[in-house]
């Protein structure tokens, strides 16, 4: 039985056509670029490669590569005035004030970014709690120890707590702790990943209705 929603945040709760999150790793490779003195190209290569085996970017620079300076990072790929290509999403509103469950969200973003966001698509008040990259203590999805710990402060239970996300790797992450989740595929690149997969975050009351939650 669901009875909570975690949801992921950027490419899950909007569409990636809105080039939010291409301006995000556009900035994260010349970041990268300029931290190990490369050419952009070169860097977003690299990292692709290297930071692979890390929960985000951020994780493999200060493994790897002795940064320290996790501040600085998100100041540069979350810059003021990067939700400017959002719009508020009243559609989304209605569906998630008509889903009669609590929500949370859950992001490898840093508060200020999700508040941006959030506050943009104007469903910051949809949630009852949005727990951060700092509430992790930097080490988030899909380390176990980050969904289990945002369950626990909000108060859900992992068996009874549906997750969206649309990283493979962080639906992964979920799925073996033991939870239900849900693939955001909005550009159907993962067909064979053994989840329910959906293309857009507004198909999510239809599968709670078949769940046989109404709204
Ligand atoms: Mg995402």
């Not at 931290?35 to 951020?58: C, D, I, N």
């Not at 859950?106 to 508040?115: E, F, K, Y």
């Not at 369950?151 to 969206?164: C, M, N, P, R």
């Not at 993962?190 to 999510?204: A, G, H, M, Q, V």
């Amino acid at each position: 039985m669901i009875r909570a929603l975690l949801f992921d945040l950027d490419n899950t709760l909007y569409s990636e056509a809105t080039g939010l999150e291409t301006g995000v790793a556009q900035r994260m490779n010349q970041f990268v670029a300029e931290l190990l003195g490369m050419q952009v190209h070169e860097a977003m290569k690299y990292r692709r490669e290297q930071a692979k085996p890390y929960g985000t970017t951020l994780e493999w620079l200060m493994r790897e590569k002795g940064f320290t300076e996790p501040e600085r990072y998100f100041s540069f790929i979350h810059p003021n005035g990067e939700e400017g290509c959002l719009e508020p999403d009243h559609v989304l509103r209605l569906m998630l004030n008509e889903i009669p469950l609590p929500k949370a969200v859950l992001t490898n973003a840093p508060m200020d970014h999700a508040r941006r966001i959030l506050e943009k698509l104007d469903i910051a008040d949809c949630f009852v709690g949005v727990y951060d990259i700092w509430f992790n203590n930097l080490l988030g999805k899909p380390n176990r120890d980050a969904y289990l710990r945002v369950l626990k402060s909000a108060g859900f239970v992992l068996e009874d707590t549906l997750f969206i996300d649309d990283l493979p790797k962080y639906v992964k992450g979920y799925i073996d702790l033991g939870g239900p989740a849900i693939l955001k595929d909005e550009l159907n690149r993962f067909p064979d990943l053994p989840c329910k997969r959906i293309t857009t975050i507004y198909e999510l009351a239809a599968v709670l209705d078949e769940m046989g939650i109404s709204a």
